[in-house]
């Protein structure tokens, strides 16, 4: 369900600080470029930047009413006037770019004004981006361009130079956590969850998997593997972490995890203890804590960091998580 003005102004509020003062002083851009991480709001504020330039009723200038035919056929998505363009497959092909301004061509259906959205803008092939930077050298007096994306420094510089660029700045974890509260994600989830994703729907979404409550206890079992043999971590990882961590998106999930623990021992041991996001496992990580050396935690923590960079760069899963566990052991925090 698409966020409300005023949900998306409590999330960024320098984002509709400045759009409303665009409205009020009549100075709406041609072309404006969203960038920030996933789950940041880009995609719902840019639906509510649409509604303003076609709601019939708009609030002190700027506030759509989300009550009027228009407001009410862009929440629906079948605005004739608003087109947008996403992927198609792995990337955004020229064919779509063409038929976007052949469409363009032609007379707005309700008015004069026509708004397009092109979303992930970073995977326009390089023909398509070379289309759309003619498209955004001759604007039409009544069109308004609104690309989004998570990498703008895949998007050619030309293309860049024509946009209003808007930064969406990450969630604060007191916000993104209370939100998951307000959705009914218990409060000892929610602060795990919330260093796991920016996004308030993957967070609803990781926070019913069973997947991901049995990661939490494999990880926390990996750590407390450390203090035993080589050979006995080695059967452990054999044992329960590749039976579980199968899939590269999953491993890099399971190191993020095991960062987690470490960052919550070091926090345990600073006397921090409100700060740790391992709450379900709170007992457990004091009692780890007692055994625990603090000054092999940050060492520990940038082989848990190294070991994802490398995942990232295609090394051998399980070579990877072997090394990794044998260096931790080799600056093990056991005493």
Known sequence: MAMSWDEVAEMQPDVITYIKNSFQKERVAHAYLFEGMHGTGKRDTAI?????????????RYKPCESCLNCKRITSGNHPDLHLVEPDGLSIKKQQIKDLQEEFSKKGMESSRKVYMVIDAEKMSVSAANSLLKFLEEPGADT??????????????????????????????????KKLIENGVDP???????????????????????????????????????????????????????????????????????????????????????????????????????????????????????????????????LLMEQLVLKLQEGSAFV
Not at 50 to 59: M, P, V, W
Not at 204 to 220: E, G, P, R, S, Y
């Open 48 to 60: 509510l930047l649409a509604k303003a330039l076609f709601c019939e009723n708009l609030h002190e």
């Open 144 to 177: 308004v361009a609104i690309l989004l994306t998570e990498n703008p420094q895949r998007i050619l510089p030309t293309i860049l130079s024509r946009c209003q660029i808007i930064a969406f700045h990450p969630l604060k974890p007191d916000f993104f956590i």
């Open 188 to 318: 000892n989830s929610a602060h795990l969850l919330a260093q796991m994703t920016n996004n308030v729907h993957e967070a609803m979404d990781l926070n019913v998997q069973d997947w991901f409550a049995h990661a939490q206890l494999v990880v926390v079992k990996l750590y407390e593997v450390l203090k035993k043999t080589p050979l006995e971590a080695m059967v452990a990882l054999q044992g329960e972490w590749f039976v579980h961590f199968k899939e590269k998106e999953q491993i890099d999930r399971g190191l993020d995890l095991l960062l987690l623990v470490f960052r919550d021992l070091l926090y345990i041991q600073l006397g921090k203890q409100e700060q740790i996001v391992f709450r379900r496992e709170a007992a457990r990580l004091q009692q780890l804590a007692l055994h625990t050396r603090m000054s092999s935690l940050p060492d520990q923590m940038a082989a848990v960091l190294e070991a994802k960079r490398k995942l990232q760069a295609n090394m051998n899963p399980q």
